[in-house]
C-alpha cells in the first residue's frame, strides 16, 4: 500500500483481513449463531460495498443498514444476501422495498397487518427508540403475521452496565410469548452483547468490534482496522509569539517548527480534539496546536532542528514504528466514542483497501 498522497490530502487505510479476523472472533464467541454485521453509515466509515464483500467469506445470513438508500447501494454493487433497513418502514415505501428486494423493519401493528413482504420486528426492552413496548401485549398480539420473519431487541448498555442485560432479556422473552408465535430468526446481541449474552440465537449483530472500534475495558480488543493519514503539506519556522492558526488561541513559547497536515474537520477531525490530539510523525508523538480548520491541521515538531520534510506521511490513528494511537484513545480526545468518530470521516478521505 502506497503511503503517500498523490492529492496531498488525507486518506484512511482500511485492513480487510483484521475485519474478517474480528467477524471470525465473533463468530467463535457464539456458536450456532450466523452474523447479521451492521454494515449501516458506509459500514462505519470504512466503505460499505468493500466490507459486505469481504464479510460474505465467513457466510452472514445478511447486512444490517440504516436507510433504504444504503440497502439500494448494497443492491446495485451485486450483494444478493438479505438487507434487513433498521428504520421502522412507512406504508409508502412497500414498492420500493418489493423493487429492491430489501427487509423491513416494522413496530406498528396497523402497517403489519397490510405488508405483504418479509419483515423483522422491534420489541422496546428499555432503549424507548423504535419498537413495540415489551409489556404492550394488544399491541403485540397485533403484531402476529405470516410475513414475520424475525424479532429483536436492542441492548442499551451491554457494554458499560453488564448487568443490563438480564433484564432486558426477561422483557423480550416475555414479549415474544405475548407475541404468540415464534418467527425462525431471533436477534439480539450486538458487539458487546455477544459476549454478554448467554444465549444461542439465530443472528448475531456486530458493529462496532467488526471496525476495530473497542466495545468495553474488560471485554477483548479487536483488531485494528482503520488507519487515518495524511502528509505534511506545509513546514515554517516559526519565533517566540507567533500565533498558530484562527483566533490565534495558541502562541509559541519559543522558537519552534510547525507542520501543516492535509487533513481538517471537513475531513472527520473534531474540532474539539484540539489541544488535546497528537499525530505520530516517524514513530513520535507530536502535538496538534491552535484550532482545528476545515482543511488543515498544524503539528508542533519542536525547537530542534526537525528531520520532517513536506510529503512525510502524519498517522492520526493508526501505527507507526513503535507507536500506536488508536480509534478508542483519539475518540477519548474529542469526547466521544470510537462509533461518531469512523462515521465522521469525510466523503474526499481517499479508502484504500488491504489485504484479502
Known sequence: ?????????????????????????????????????????????????????????VDPWGFGVATVPEGIQLRQAGIRRPILVFTPAQPAQLG?????????????????????????????????????????????????????????????????????????????????????MSPRLVHVANSAGAWRLRQELALVRPGIYLYGGRMASDLPMPLPVATLRAPVVSLRRLTTGDSVSYGGDWRTSGPTTVATLGVGYADGVPRAVQGRAHVLLGGRRYPLVGRVTMDFVMVDLGPAPSPVAVGDVATLIGRDGD??????????????????????????????????
Open 323 to 356: 507507536e500506536t494511537i488508536t480509534v478508542d484513545e483519539f475518540a477519548a480526545w474529542a469526547g466521544s466514542i470510537s462509533y461518531e468518530i469512523l462515521a465522521r470521516l469525510g466523503a474526499r478521505v481517499e479508502r484504500r483497501y488491504a489485504g484479502g
Open 96 to 180: 420500493t422495498y418489493r423493487e429492491h428486494d430489501l427487509r423491513a423493519v416494522l413496530d406498528r401493528p396497523e402497517l403489519i397487518s397490510v405488508w405483504t413482504l418479509p419483515f423483522h420486528l422491534e420489541i422496546d426492552t428499555g432503549m424507548a427508540r423504535c419498537g413495540v413496548r415489551w409489556d404492550d401485549g394488544a399491541a403485540l398480539a397485533r403484531c402476529a403475521s405470516p410475513q414475520l420473519e424475525g424479532v429483536f431487541t436492542h441492548l442499551f448498555a451491554a457494554d458499560v452496565d453488564p448487568a443490563s442485560v438480564a433484564p432486558q432479556w426477561e422483557r423480550f422473552t416475555e414479549a415474544r410469548r405475548r407475541l404468540g
Open 1 to 57: 500500500m502506497s503511503t503517500h498522497s498523490s492529492s496531498g490530502r488525507a486518506w484512511v487505510e482500511v485492513d480487510l483481513d483484521n475485519l474478517i479476523g474480528n467477524a471470525r472472533a465473533v463468530l467463535d464467541q457464539t456458536p450456532g449463531s450466523r452474523l447479521l454485521p451492521m454494515v449501516k453509515a458506509d459500514a462505519y466509515g470504512v466503505g460499505a460495498v468493500m466490507c459486505a464483500r469481504m464479510l460474505e467469506r
